[in-house]
């Protein structure tokens, strides 16, 4: 069995000539910041792989098939076989891609989308863009305006990114413990510019957990500050909860403002359909009126390409089948997930997870293990993401799995087979006692 060719370093050669001095400069601080993801880039099997063949959720690199956990397609919406049939009718009628720029106009598709996820989510409206980066990188800065931007430490690196933005054009940026509403307090209370903006993510992308929505809300609501919750990973998976629902996610996948019980009052929801509905577009959900003006203060609203069309009919055939049998892919994926969590607790192994949702991030007693722990995952047909530094603290470098529902019972037997014989070789980080989980 062979993997991909690994990429070999060339130590000692300019890997930018003839870019200006101060670029390299720049250049040079951030190679060094990400020289850990450099070099699993260059070596490691689990990394930068190129897939040459699918067959459900398992996936074929080199002449080697490996279970995929790496996916964020939690709904299995990408494989489901009515939405995959739906497309070409969409495209018989509208083309592959409408490219005006949204501000010119829009296929009524666009408009569909709008009212149906507003009434998903049971917010006033909803403006949409492709991706959330773009959202992080316009809205963001025009809803921070030359005020004060508070940012959670772990936010994800788009939500910093659109911070930078914001400092650009003005803002003042502070940053506050993750998960810590009592040091953000104290930087309200200490003044700042308005408007005030406190960005946070919802579902974190590495943890798995919720945020303290509810106090984050109150502070918001007391110093008028807007609250910026990115729920890229929550959206389609945890829901409105309800005395039938069948798991612990909730019901409808309406995200995390629904699931832990709040209103959109000082709420600014951010989310995307690239991750549980297996598409590529993103929303703002809003008033109507704020809708309108970031029509016009968000550059890529004017300025970038829509959404492909088989994007768009992805997003209105994936809200029918969430609809029809959402909650019962939901009550899979936390079948597989407990799975996973109940195989870590036996081996007395951490994680941060501590909601039971599907990002299972498994961290190595020893960091320096890392890049043979991926190799041997590899071997064993498993398929993860690798989690390194500085994308998480070095005390949490391991590995991350995403569970979907389109793994079947046996990958999942295959995965925790795997977990029992990677412990046996390279220690898991031990957990200080019985993880219980801490539902919402
Ligand atoms: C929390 C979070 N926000 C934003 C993004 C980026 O989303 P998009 O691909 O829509 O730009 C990701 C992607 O991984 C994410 O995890």
Same mark, same amino acid.
């Given at each position: 069995?062979?993997?991909?060719?690994?990429?070999?370093?060339?130590?000692? /050669?300019?890997?930018?000539?003839?870019?200006?001095?101060?670029?390299?400069?720049?250049?040079?601080?951030?190679?060094?910041?990400?020289?850990?993801?450099?070099?699993?880039?260059?070596?490691?099997?689990?990394?930068?792989?190129?897939?040459?063949?699918?067959?459900?959720?398992?996936?074929?690199?080199?002449?080697?098939?490996?279970?995929?956990?790496?996916?964020?397609?939690?709904?299995?919406?990408?494989?489901?076989?009515?939405?995959?049939?739906?497309?070409?009718?969409?495209?018989?009628?509208?083309?592959?891609?409408?490219?005006?720029?949204?501000?010119?106009?829009?296929?009524?598709?666009?408009?569909?989308?709008?009212?149906?996820?507003?009434?998903?989510?049971?917010?006033?409206?909803?403006?949409?863009?492709?991706?959330?980066?773009?959202?992080?990188?316009?809205?963001?800065?025009?809803?921070?305006?030359?005020?004060?931007?508070?940012?959670?430490?772990?936010?994800?690196?788009?939500?910093?990114?659109?911070?930078?933005?914001?400092?650009?054009?003005?803002?003042?940026?502070?940053?506050?413990?993750?998960?810590?509403?009592?040091?953000?307090?104290?930087?309200?209370?200490?003044?700042?510019?308005?408007?005030?903006?406190?960005?946070?993510?919802?579902?974190?992308?590495?943890?798995?957990?919720?945020?303290?929505?509810?106090?984050?809300?109150?502070?918001?609501?007391?110093?008028?500050?807007?609250?910026?919750?990115?729920?890229?990973?929550?959206?389609?998976?945890?829901?409105?909860?309800?005395?039938?629902?069948?798991?612990?996610?909730?019901?409808?996948?309406?995200?995390?403002?629904?699931?832990?019980?709040?209103?959109?009052?000082?709420? /600014?929801?951010?989310?995307?359909?690239?991750?549980?509905?297996?598409?590529?577009?993103?929303? /703002?959900?809003?008033?109507?009126?704020?809708?309108?003006?970031?029509?016009?203060?968000?550059?890529?609203?004017?300025?970038?390409?829509?959404?492909?069309?088989?994007?768009?009919?992805?997003?209105?055939?994936?809200?029918?089948?969430?609809?029809?049998?959402?909650?019962?892919?939901?009550?899979?994926?936390?079948?597989?997930?407990?799975?996973?969590?109940?195989?870590?607790?036996?081996?007395?192994?951490?994680?941060?997870?501590?909601?039971?949702?599907?990002?299972?991030? /498994?961290?190595?007693?020893?960091?320096?293990?890392?890049?043979?722990?991926?190799?041997?995952?590899?071997?064993?047909?498993?398929?993860?993401?690798?989690?390194?530094?500085?994308?998480?603290?070095?005390?949490?470098?391991?590995?991350?799995?995403?569970?979907?529902?389109?793994?079947?019972?046996?990958?999942?037997?295959?995965?925790?087979?795997?977990?029992?014989?990677?412990?046996?070789?390279?220690?898991?980080?031990?957990?200080?006692?019985?993880?219980?989980?801490?539902?919402?």
């Amino acid at each position: 069995m062979t993997g991909p060719t690994p990429r070999t370093a060339k130590p000692g /050669v300019d890997p930018h000539p003839g870019t200006p001095a101060s670029t390299r400069t720049w250049l040079a601080r951030w190679l060094e910041t990400n020289a850990e993801l450099t070099r699993l880039q260059q070596g490691n099997p689990m990394l930068d792989a190129i897939v040459d063949e699918q067959d459900g959720r398992r996936i074929r690199i080199g002449d080697h098939w490996l279970a995929d956990f790496a996916s964020c397609n939690y709904l299995g919406f990408d494989l489901d076989p009515e939405i995959v049939a739906a497309v070409p009718r969409y495209l018989a009628r509208w083309g592959t891609h409408p490219s005006w720029s949204r501000m010119l106009a829009s296929p009524v598709l666009n408009e569909r989308i709008d009212a149906e996820l507003a009434a998903l989510l049971g917010a006033e409206d909803v403006l949409t863009l492709p991706t959330i980066t773009h959202i992080s990188s316009s809205v963001l800065p025009a809803l921070a305006d030359q005020g004060t931007v508070y940012l959670d430490a772990r936010s994800h690196k788009t939500i910093w990114d659109g911070c930078q933005i914001a400092r650009g054009h003005g803002a003042t940026v502070r940053r506050f413990g993750h998960d810590d509403p009592a040091q953000l307090e104290a930087l309200l209370r200490a003044g700042g510019t308005e408007p005030r903006v406190v960005c946070i993510d919802g579902i974190n992308s590495m943890t798995g957990n919720p945020p303290p929505l509810r106090e984050y809300l109150r502070l918001a609501r007391e110093y008028e500050a807007l609250l910026y919750v990115d729920d890229g990973h929550g959206f389609g998976v945890v829901g409105e909860r309800a005395l039938d629902e069948p798991c612990p996610y909730g019901r409808h996948g309406n995200g995390v403002v629904r699931h832990l019980g709040e209103s959109y009052d000082h709420v /600014v929801l951010v989310g995307g359909f690239s991750k549980a509905y297996s598409s590529l577009l993103a929303f /703002v959900a809003c008033p109507t009126r704020l809708k309108e003006l970031l029509k016009v203060a968000a550059p890529p609203y004017l300025y970038s390409g829509p959404s492909p069309i088989a994007s768009l009919a992805t997003v209105l055939e994936g809200f029918r089948v969430n609809a029809e049998r959402g909650d019962e892919l939901r009550a899979r994926l936390w079948d597989h997930t407990r799975r996973v969590l109940d195989t870590l607790n036996e081996l007395g192994a951490w994680t941060p997870n501590a909601s039971g949702f599907p990002i299972v991030q /498994v961290p190595l007693a020893d960091p320096g293990d890392l890049d043979p722990a991926g190799a041997f995952l590899f071997e064993q047909g498993v398929y993860t993401t690798l989690a390194f530094y500085p994308g998480v603290p070095r005390g949490e470098v391991g590995f991350r799995l995403q569970l979907t529902a389109a793994n079947t019972d046996q990958q999942v037997d295959l995965l925790t087979d795997v977990l029992r014989d990677l412990a046996a070789r390279f220690p898991l980080r031990p957990a200080d006692g019985p993880r219980t989980l801490v539902l919402p």
